[in-house]
């Protein structure tokens, strides 16, 4: 058996910042604030602060439409 101690698990953030959560969905700090501006994706302001929960962040991701594309023609 060995000695070693588990590593305690990192605490869950409870709010990211525009930036963690643009990092999430792999898209850029301005792509958000743009998404964010049109009402398509819910953030919170705390002062000057803005933050984003991220159940809202995986909410906005499940609900994109895939790519689809058109059948090719004969």
Do not use: C, F, H
């Not at 933050?51 to 090719?72: C, F, N």
């Amino acid at each position: 058996m060995s000695n070693v101690e588990a590593l305690p698990a990192p605490p869950l953030r409870v709010l990211l910042t525009v930036e963690e959560a643009a990092d999430r969905l792999r898209i850029g700090r301005t792509t958000l604030y743009g998404l964010i501006g049109a009402g398509q994706i819910v953030s919170v302001r705390i002062g000057r602060l803005r933050r984003l929960r991220p159940v809202d962040v995986e909410a906005y991701a499940v609900g994109l439409s895939p790519i689809t594309t058109a059948p090719e023609e004969a």
